[in-house]
């Protein structure tokens, strides 16, 4: 199963993509901007293609293990970025929310001060249950791709 995030725009903090699965619209991300040296927390992550894994350990996978017992059996883990560790998809709303994480959201908003993607747990969980399995299996990966 493939994940695929064009970025089709950014500005000074934010870079917005749409996300597909399978060539399947599914939802919006957010991450944090463009650099050309990276910044901890700070900065987007570079196009490229990553497996994602399940990561069943951290304070992040007990807080969603907390938050959805039902289903979370571990964070989506984009691997082998360079210059990063614990990169995941997850839930939140802006970039002060990212530290160089992928956002996901079933809207987004380029208006006001700061850019933002809403309806965020909504869409992480939709997004959670369809890629899963390939998860567990090792058979997920995302590419990254700049458009903008």
Not at 41 to 53: A, L, S
Not at 85 to 109: A, K, P, R, S
Request: charged share 30%; glycine share 12%.
């Amino acid at each position: 199963m493939k994940l695929t995030a064009i970025r089709f725009a950014g500005n000074d903090d934010t870079s917005l993509s749409l996300l597909w699965i399978d060539k399947v619209f599914e939802c919006f991300g957010l991450e944090d901007e463009r650099r050309e040296v990276k910044v901890a927390g700070e900065t987007r992550i570079p196009p490229g293609t990553y497996r994602i894994t399940l990561r069943d350990e951290g304070g992040m996978t007990g807080r969603y293990r907390a938050r959805f017992p039902d289903m979370h059996q571990g964070m989506l883990w984009l691997r082998d970025v360079p210059g990063f560790e614990w990169v995941y998809i997850h839930i939140g709303n802006t970039e002060d929310h990212t530290e160089g994480c992928l956002l996901v959201g079933q809207g987004c908003d380029t208006g006001g001060d700061q850019w933002r993607v809403s309806r965020s747990a909504a869409a992480y969980k939709a997004l959670y249950h369809k890629v899963l399995d390939a998860a567990v299996v090792g058979d997920l990966t995302i590419e990254i791709v700049d458009g903008d």
